[in-house]
């Protein structure tokens, strides 16, 4: 009884302290594609990164953000700047993905457009490519397959937010985005990542390949489409954590599930 006790306490902390896409759902994504690559593209990673796992490196992105930095030129009238890399992308009305960086004098930010130039370099070029910057576009891919498929990461034309702004969560005010990029997965999964992964990793190979159909736009859409239920809750949003999580436990699942699979279905084809 007191062990059983002590292990409830134990989850209820996790869940209070970990984090949603952040370090142990982006891991979880990443272990599920691993489990998924070809014998070729696991040995090429390895290789690249140093003989370590693509589960390493799933939030490098977000652990060396001041450094990820790309120089745009934001406007006609402005000199070059210097931004962060996106970690979000833009929806059309459609929820298809926008296949630009900008809309006039608008910096869009567009995480599935670099993902696709840097996936298409990758397969162009990796063998003569300089080992930082082939590191370097590695890192930003198994991260950027983790956050095109966070609900909270999509901007669509008429809610630009990205869920940024306050809610009261049971008792708790919270930013919205942060059940997202928060405790939303560790309140599920409160345990190891591999676990997690375990748990998750459930389609056949045929269900797999009808996941994996299309290129990195059509993963875009469908995530886009998938997530825009989560934007009902508005500013101000009472929230009752229980209903909640019966009402996107499944789409959880789905996102980091698809997430994993499209991940390694990436790989395989950038390392065939």
Known sequence: ????????IVAVLMCGT?????????ATVAKIAENHLTPKAKKMLNKYLGGKSIVYYASWADEYKPDMLIELDFQPSNAARKVTYPHTFEANADCSVFKG????DKFVKNCVLLADGFAKDLKENHKTMDDSLRFHKIAMLI???GDMHCPEHIRYPDDQTTGGYEVLYGKKKTIYHKLWDGGFF?????????DAAYLIDTCTPEEIAEITK??????????AIASRATRK??????INPREYQIEFHALLDSQIRKGGYRMAKLFNDIFK
């Open 186 to 194: 560790a309140s599920f999964y409160p345990w190891g990542f591999s």
């Open 1 to 8: 009884m007191k062990r059983l006790l002590l292990l409830c």
């Open 143 to 145: 991260h950027w397959l």
């Open 214 to 223: 299309g290129d990195i736009f059509d993963w875009g859409k469908d995530s």
């Open 101 to 104: 960086m900008r809309k006039g």
């Open 233 to 238: 809750y508005r500013e101000g949003a009472v």
């Open 18 to 26: 970990s984090y949603g896409w952040d370090r142990r759902a982006h």
